[in-house]
């Protein structure tokens, strides 16, 4: 092999080595597959969330052993304008840049619009969307400045399509298709892409618990709570994986999606094709 063939293969090994990444709420989930996914193409990475202090050393200490790339933590508050400033600026002055950027930190609540509690119609504003803008509006300079960047914002099905006692949630994912527009057509000759990722149902912990306790409380099999409950929109009837995810939005980071930008692409089984 020459040095040059040598030099190749670990670009495509590794295509994001000396990139850094920050993705938010990245202590579980999808978040944690993404940053995850984003180590092993060899970007530095900054996570971001809650969780017990141990358990976010211990993640933080196995992607640095795994994948040989440096990982910081910041446990700002998505909901905290100063303190999302706060991250993204530690991130620049401990890396000297922020390439890309994953808006993932998400939360939901179901009721009636009617009862729809105030405190979380504004959390969920708040994190799902507002945190984005603060982000972006943050990490744009660092960018800019490298005429390089990718923003890779974790919408859902439901920011394409509505489901009742989901107002929030389907508001804010709506608005986070709104903003991915805008950024990619303001950033559109700066070499930076905005796009959007729509999920269907992605099987994480949270996703697993509801399995359990929705069989207990019907007193129906797993397979069905699976197919008839969870996955009733889903026509492909299974649930995408944290990895696939981290796979599409390593993709999406690499130079190979250099003109896909505005875009929100379906993760879904084909739900919103219905
Ligand atoms: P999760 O609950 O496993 O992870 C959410 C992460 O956000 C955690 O790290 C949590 O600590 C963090 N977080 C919550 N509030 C925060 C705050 N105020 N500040 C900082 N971090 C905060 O959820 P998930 O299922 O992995 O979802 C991640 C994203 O994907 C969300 O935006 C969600 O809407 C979206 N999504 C999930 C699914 C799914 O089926 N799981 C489907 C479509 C879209």
């Known amino acids: 092999m ?17 990139k850094v990444s920050v993705i938010t709420g990245s202590t579980s989930g999808i978040g944690l597959g993404i940053a995850r996914a984003l180590a092993a193409a060899g970007s530095a990475v900054v996570l971001n969330g809650f969780g017990a202090p141990e358990e976010i050393k211990a993640t933080q200490a196995s992607i640095g052993a795994e994948f040989g790339v440096p990982v910081a933590f910041s446990g700002a508050d998505m909901t905290k304008p100063e303190q999302i400033a706060e991250m993204v ?15 993932n930190a998400g939360i939901q609540h179901v009721a009636p619009l009617q009862e729809f509690p105030v405190a979380k119609w504004d959390a969920i504003i708040a994190i799902d969307l507002s945190s984005a803008f603060h982000t972006t509006r943050l990490a744009l300079p660092s960018m800019i400045a490298k005429k390089w960047g990718r923003i890779i914002n974790i919408a859902s099905a439901h920011g394409l399509v509505g489901s009742p006692f989901k107002a929030a949630y389907v508001a804010a994912k709506h608005g986070m298709l709104g903003l991915t527009k805008v950024t990619a057509l303001e950033t ?3 070499g930076i892409t905005c796009n959007a990722i729509c999920p269907g149902y992605v099987y994480t912990p949270l996703v697993e618990a509801q399995i359990d306790g929705q069989a207990k409380a019907h007193g129906i099999p797993r397979e069905k709570v699976i197919r008839d409950v969870l996955l009733a929109q889903q026509p492909n009837k299974r649930f995408a994986t944290t990895d696939e995810l981290g796979a599409i939005a390593v993709f999406l980071a690499t130079d190979a999606a250099s ?9 879904d089984g084909g739900w919103t094709a219905h």
């Open 89 to 103: 600026q530690t991130a620049i002055d401990m890396f000297g840049s922020l390439d890309v950027l994953v808006n």
């Open 259 to 267: 003109s896909i930008t505005g875009a929100a692409l379906p993760v």
């Open 188 to 190: 559109a000759e700066m």
């Open 2 to 18: 020459t040095i040059a063939m040598t030099e190749r293969a670990i670009a495509a090994a590794k295509p994001l080595k000396d």
